[in-house]
């Protein structure tokens, strides 16, 4: 069974994205995309837990990559780090639709084809070693801190809260922003920009000590 490297995948294509750097096999990418359009039309999917309602709303996603690779608008293929983030959109949908080990299969040829160089602090689980500093406290009590990589410059924001009159409560959520949003942010604007984000890392005591990736609305 092949080896299934999700993280390192995402993370180069972030670091493509971020240096704006053409991917080195553009015909692959858009074979890539050809074949996952073709499974996520394929009858008898399920979309319950891939936050797509069905195949309709799915291609849409993905034609926008298809196109933007096709035009060779690399700026514009942001999406490519979200939907093959580990427990993204994609994968959750190849597992509950029973073609898992076939997007195993295509999430490797996507490591390939990004070839881009990429840094630890994109793997949730390397965190530390990014040093945080406290920013502030929202009004509603979260924890707002900033991290900077030591090793390639990419700003997080890190949004803690809790309610510490309910057991499991705990959550933490964790995006990758620029230097100027960093320089202008205000506490109680955080969890807004957090929201505006492509993706972010969400975790703590309230998701089982599960570590996912998420989008949208934060609790």
Same mark, same amino acid.
Request: glycine content about 8%; hydrophobic content about 40%.
């Given at each position: 069974? !092949? ?8 993370? &180069? @294509?972030?670091?493509?994205? &971020?240096?704006? &750097? !053409? /991917? ?20 008898? *999917? ?7 309602? #069905? ?7 993905? #034609?926008? /990559? %298809?196109? @933007? ?6 700026? /514009? ?8 983030? !580990?427990?993204? !959109?994609?994968?959750?949908? @190849?597992?509950?639709?029973? %073609? ?10 996507? #490591? ?17 070693? /990014? ?16 991290? &900077? ?13 809790? *309610? ?18 960093? *320089?202008?942010?205000?506490? *109680? ?11 972010? %890392? ?5 998701? @089982? ?11």
């Amino acid at each position: 069974m !092949p080896t299934l490297r999700p993280e390192r995948s995402f993370a &180069k @294509s972030i670091q493509s994205q &971020k240096t704006n &750097k !053409p /991917v080195a096999n553009l015909h692959s990418l858009i074979a890539i995309f050809d074949e996952i359009r073709g499974l996520v039309l394929r009858e008898g *999917n399920s979309f319950a837990f891939s936050g797509w309602a #069905d195949s309709s709303e799915a291609c849409t996603e993905i #034609d926008q /990559v %298809w196109t @933007s690779l096709r035009s060779e608008d690399f700026v /514009v293929t942001s999406q490519l780090t979200f939907l093959f983030l !580990p427990t993204g !959109p994609l994968q959750e949908l @190849s597992i509950s639709s029973g %073609w898992g080990d076939e997007f195993i299969e295509l999430v490797n040829r996507f #490591d390939e084809a990004i070839q881009a160089e990429e840094c630890i602090c994109f793997q949730s689980t390397q965190q530390k070693e /990014v040093p945080f500093s406290v920013v502030g406290m929202t009004d509603d009590f979260a924890d707002i801190s900033l991290g &900077k990589c030591p090793k390639c410059g990419q700003v997080w924001l890190r949004y803690v809260t809790e *309610n510490e009159g309910y057991t499991g409560s705990g959550r933490w959520y964790l995006g990758a922003i620029s230097d100027l949003q960093a *320089n202008m942010i205000q506490v *109680n604007q955080a969890k807004a920009l957090l929201e505006g984000l492509e993706w972010y %890392w969400v975790g703590g005591s309230y998701f @089982s000590g599960q570590i996912r990736v998420s989008r949208g609305k934060i609790l």
